[in-house]
């Protein structure tokens, strides 16, 4: 898989991951399915890292998104 496309889907895992914990703190139930996706976006995140050191910087993601969504749109 792709360092870009792995950093892209992390990114979303761990941005869905959050609401979802939240939403389970919040009805005192352990937040176990959001645990989960977060550790498996945080693994994508940390491997797409890891195979391209220094590409990701933070003014950077936006144009990831926009190559990851295009290339597949196109």
């Known amino acids: 898989m792709d360092a870009e496309l792995m950093f892209v889907i992390g990114t979303i895992l761990c941005g869905f991951a959050i609401p979802s914990i939240l939403s389970a703190m919040s009805d005192s139930r352990p937040p176990r ?3 989960i996706t977060l550790l498996v976006g945080g693994v994508l995140l940390v491997v797409a ?3 391209r050191p220094g590409n990701f910087a933070i003014g950077d993601i936006p144009n990831v998104f926009l190559r990851v969504i295009g290339r597949y749109l196109h």
């Open 49 to 51: 890292i890891g195979q």
């Open 33 to 35: 399915a959001a645990a």
